[in-house]
């Protein structure tokens, strides 16, 4: 896994401008965005082989739900947070549990959720 200052971040967001501040966001904090993605089955397909220390998921994406990936993230040992403009009750009972990031995004809290994910893993 890459140091803390140094993650390779998955993003799935379909919201154009949202996903460019988060990328931008995240570079500012010195990770590197691996991918930004905006549709569920392309994502899947990434989170099942892709080089990653960290996602990040819109939890709506075009009308699905973003749990498919994120169970495959869970299977690879990938830690994730949801992302939100509805708050934790949008997350399904199987993901209650992991953490969920309020859009629109403040960076102190961007980047505590993403150490707390990943600090998770390794307790």
Same mark, same amino acid.
């Given at each position: 896994?890459?140091?803390?200052?140094?993650?390779?971040?998955?993003?799935?967001?379909?919201?154009?401008?949202?996903?460019?501040?988060?990328?931008?966001?995240?570079?500012?904090?010195?990770? /590197?965005?691996? &991918? /930004?993605?905006? #549709?569920?089955?392309?994502?899947?397909?990434? &989170?099942?082989?892709?080089?990653?220390? =960290?996602?990040?998921?819109? %939890?709506? %994406?075009?009308?699905?739900?973003?749990? +498919?990936?994120?169970?495959?993230?869970? #299977?690879?040992?990938? +830690?994730?947070?949801?992302?939100?403009?509805?708050?934790?009750?949008? %997350?399904?009972? @199987? =993901?209650?549990? @992991?953490?969920?990031?309020?859009? +629109?995004?403040? +960076?102190?809290?961007? @980047?505590? &959720?993403?150490?707390? &994910?990943?600090?998770?893993?390794?307790?």
């Amino acid at each position: 896994m890459a140091t803390p200052e140094g993650r390779r971040i998955l993003i799935i967001e379909d919201e154009f401008l949202v996903a460019m501040l988060l990328e931008d966001l995240l570079s500012e904090m010195g990770h /590197c965005v691996v &991918a /930004c993605i905006a #549709r569920i089955d392309n994502g899947m397909k990434f &989170a099942d082989h892709a080089d990653l220390d =960290f996602a990040i998921l819109d %939890v709506n %994406v075009g009308g699905e739900q973003s749990f +498919p990936v994120a169970e495959i993230l869970r #299977r690879r040992g990938i +830690p994730f947070i949801f992302a939100t403009g509805y708050g934790a009750g949008g %997350v399904t009972s @199987e =993901f209650r549990n @992991e953490l969920t990031l309020q859009k +629109p995004y403040e +960076p102190r809290e961007l @980047e505590r &959720a993403i150490e707390q &994910a990943c600090a998770r893993l390794t307790d």
